[in-house]
C-alpha cells in the first residue's frame, strides 16, 4: 500500500512562490498517476495538477495554467508542485494523491491513495 505525506504548505503574501513536496512510500509507484488537488473552505475538492510516474505526461487546471508546475524525483521517489504568483484564491488545503487506475488524471476516481493535506494561505 502506498502513503503519501505532503509537506512545504505555508503562509506567503500574493505574488511569492511556494514548493510542495509529496514523498511516496510503500511500494513502486513507477506506474502510477500522482496528483494535487486542492480544497478550500465551504468549496468541494478540485483538481490542480496531476502527472503520470512513468511517461511523464501532464495535466495543469486552467486556473494554475502558467503559474503552477508538476514534477518529480525518482531517486526521492517525491512528487512537486512549484507554485509562482500565488494569488488569495490558491488559499486552500493542497492534497496529493495517487492511483493505479487508466483514466482521466483530472478526476479524483483515478486515485485510490491520498495524503493528509498541507494549508497553503495567501494573504498580504
Known amino acids: 500500500q502506498v502513503q503519501l505525506v505532503e509537506s512545504g504548505g505555508s503562509l506567503v503574501q500574493p505574488g511569492d512562490s511556494l514548493r510542495l513536496s509529496c514523498a511516496a512510500s510503500?511500494?513502486?509507484?513507477?506506474?502510477?498517476?500522482v496528483a494535487w488537488f486542492r480544497q478550500a473552505p465551504g468549496k468541494a475538492r478540485e483538481f490542480v495538477a496531476a502527472?503520470?510516474?512513468?511517461?511523464?505526461?501532464?495535466a495543469l487546471s486552467d486556473s494554475v495554467k502558467g503559474r503552477f508546475a508538476i514534477s518529480r524525483d525518482n531517486a526521492k521517489n517525491t512528487v512537486y508542485l512549484q507554485m509562482s504568483n500565488l494569488k488569495p484564491e490558491d488559499t486552500a488545503a493542497y492534497y496529493c494523491a495517487a492511483g493505479a487506475r487508466r483514466g482521466s488524471l483530472m478526476i479524483q476516481e483515478t486515485y485510490d491513495t491520498w495524503g493528509q493535506g498541507t494549508q497553503v494561505t495567501v494573504s498580504s
Open positions: 510503500g511500494r513502486d509507484i513507477s506506474n502510477y498517476a
Open positions: 502527472m503520470r510516474w512513468t511517461g511523464g505526461s501532464t
